[in-house]
C-alpha cells in the first residue's frame, strides 16, 4: 500500500513548507520527487540550520526527505529548456509561488500543458485568486493574524500567534488531497488540471467556527490564552512540579469531573448546567481544578484524571516531547542522518497509516521509504544525464550558473 503514486513523477518547485510538504507527502506515498532549488539552495534550506556548515536547516531536514535534489535557474533560455524537457517526463508540478512568478518562470497552467497536456499543476499563495490581496505575499502568520486566530488565542491587549506554522501545514495537506484527486481524475478523464490553494484560505477553514459563531450570534469574544470559552474546565494547570492540561466538553465529562473533585452539587447549579454555562463561569471551575492540581504531583494528577476518563496531558518541552515513552513505543520519530549532523534528526514519518486487507495491522510498514533529504544539487547531474545531456553539456551548464 505504500506504493500507492509509484510511476508519479512530481516536480517540486515549492519553498519553505507548504509547497515542499505537499510534495513530501506524496513522496512518502510512493512518488518519485525532484526537488528544483536556486542554484545557490533556496530559503528553506538554510533555515533554522542544524548541519555542521548550515546547508540544512530543522525544517529542510522534514521536507525534504525522500526527494532527488536538482539546482537550476529557470529564468534563463537555457534553464526554460530545462524546466521543458523535465516537465514533459512529469505528472505533477508543485509550485508555492506568486502568479506573476510563476509566469515570469514559464511555470503558470498555460505554459505547462503547452509543453504537457494532461500535466497537473498544483500550486499555493498567500491569499490566492479572486481578490485584492491576491499579488501580496506572506506566510503562515500573516493567515492567523487575518483570519480572526490570533484575535482569539492571546488576551485582549496581546494577541497571540501559536508556534508551530499550522497554516503552512494545513495548506499542504489541502493541497496534496487536491493533487490526489486531480491524479484519480485524470485516470478517468485523461486530462490534467490545477490545484489552486492558499494559506488565507486554509486559515479560514480552519477558524471558521469561530467565524459562523460570531455571523449568527455577535458573541463578540475575545482572547482567553489557554482558558476555554465553551466549556470547563479547560486550561493549563499549574501542578507541584510541572504543567498539565485538562479539557472537559460535553455532560459526561463534567459529571466525572465533579465526581472527581468532590463537587458533585455543582451539577445541579444551573451556572454549570451546559458547556455553553460553564464557559461563561469557567473562572470558579478553573480556579477549583487549579487548587486541586497545586497539592498534587504532575503523574499523580494524570493518573487520577486518566482514571476518571477526562482528556489531560503534560505540557512537555521539546526535548520531553522526543523523550516520551508513548512516542518512542510509536516509533514515529525516524532518525535521519545528513551529512554534518553532531546526531541524527527524529524526524516525523508519513502520520497516516495504511494497511492492506491481507497485511498483519501490527507494527510499522517497514516498506515505507525513508530517505535523507538532499545535498544542494546531489542528483543534478544524474537527472541531467536522464534528459539526454552529456557531461560537457553539464559542466558548461554548471559554468554558466545555469545549475
Known amino acids: 500500500m505504500t506504493g500507492i503514486l509509484t510511476g508519479i513523477r512530481v516536480l517540486d518547485f515549492g519553498r519553505y513548507i507548504a509547497g515542499p510538504y505537499c510534495a513530501t507527502m506524496l513522496a512518502d506515498l510512493g512518488a518519485e520527487v525532484i526537488r528544483v532549488e536556486k542554484v545557490d539552495g533556496s530559503e528553506d534550506r538554510f533555515y533554522a540550520p542544524i548541519s555542521e556548515n548550515g546547508d540544512c536547516g ?23 529548456k530545462i524546466v521543458e524537457a523535465l516537465v514533459k517526463t512529469a505528472d505533477v508540478v508543485v509550485a508555492n509561488l506568486p502568479p506573476q512568478t510563476l509566469e515570469a518562470m514559464s511555470l503558470d497552467y498555460e505554459a505547462l500543458k503547452a509543453i504537457k497536456a494532461d500535466i497537473i499543476l498544483t500550486t499555493n499563495s498567500a491569499f490566492g485568486s479572486g481578490g485584492p490581496y491576491s499579488d501580496r505575499v506572506g506566510f503562515d502568520g500573516v493567515g492567523q493574524a487575518m483570519s480572526g486566530a490570533m484575535y482569539l488565542s492571546g488576551f485582549p ?21 487536491g493533487t490526489m484527486a486531480a491524479l484519480m481524475d ?19 477553514s480552519f477558524n471558521n467556527s469561530a467565524l459562523i459563531e460570531q455571523a449568527t450570534t455577535q458573541v463578540n469574544r475575545v482572547g482567553t ?28 465529562l463534567f459529571e466525572r469531573w ?15 448546567s451546559t458547556d455553553d454555562a460553564r464557559g461563561k463561569n469557567r473562572d470558579e471551575i478553573c480556579e477549583r481544578t487549579q487548587t486541586w492540581c497545586a497539592s498534587r504531583s504532575t503523574d499523580e494528577c494524570l493518573a487520577l484524571l486518566s482514571e476518571a476518563r477526562i482528556p489531560c496531558g503534560p505540557i512537555l518541552s521539546p526535548q520531553a516531547a522526543i523523550d516520551d515513552q508513548h512516542v518512542r513505543a510509536m516509533g514515529f520519530l525516524k532518525p535521519l542522518d545528513y551529512p554534518g549532523l ?25 516498506t515505507v521509504p525513508f530517505d535523507r533529504p538532499p545535498t544542494l544539487g546531489e542528483h543534478t547531474d544524474h537527472i541531467l544525464a536522464e534528459l539526454g545531456y552529456n557531461p560537457d553539456q553539464i559542466k558548461k551548464l554548471r559554468e554558466q550558473h545555469i545549475v
Open 186 to 204: 485524470r485516470d478517468r478523464t485523461g486530462k490534467g488540471c490545477k490545484v489552486e490553494t492558499s494559506l488565507f484560505r486554509t486559515a479560514l
Open 258 to 272: 465533579a465526581d472527581l473533585m468532590g463537587e458533585k452539587y455543582w451539577l445541579s447549579d444551573q451556572r454549570f
Open 58 to 80: 530543522a525544517t529542510f531536514a522534514q521536507m525534504g526527505r525522500n526527494k532527488r535534489g536538482l539546482t537550476l535557474n529557470p529564468r534563463t533560455p537555457e534553464g526554460r
Open 225 to 252: 490564552g489557554n482558558r476555554g470559552q465553551v466549556g470547563a474546565p479547560m486550561d493549563a494547570f499549574k501542578t507541584d512540579d510541572g504543567w498539565i492540561l485538562i479539557q472537559v466538553i460535553g455532560q459526561p
Open 342 to 366: 553532531a546526531h541524527p534528526a527524529p524526524v516525523a514519518s508519513l502520520p497516516i497509516k495504511i494497511t492492506a486487507a491481507d497485511t498483519d495491522s501490527s507494527g510499522d510498514d517497514q
Open 157 to 177: 491587549d496581546q494577541p497571540q500567534k501559536t508556534y508551530p506554522p499550522y497554516v503552512d501545514f494545513g495548506t499542504a495537506l489541502y493541497s496534496a488531497l
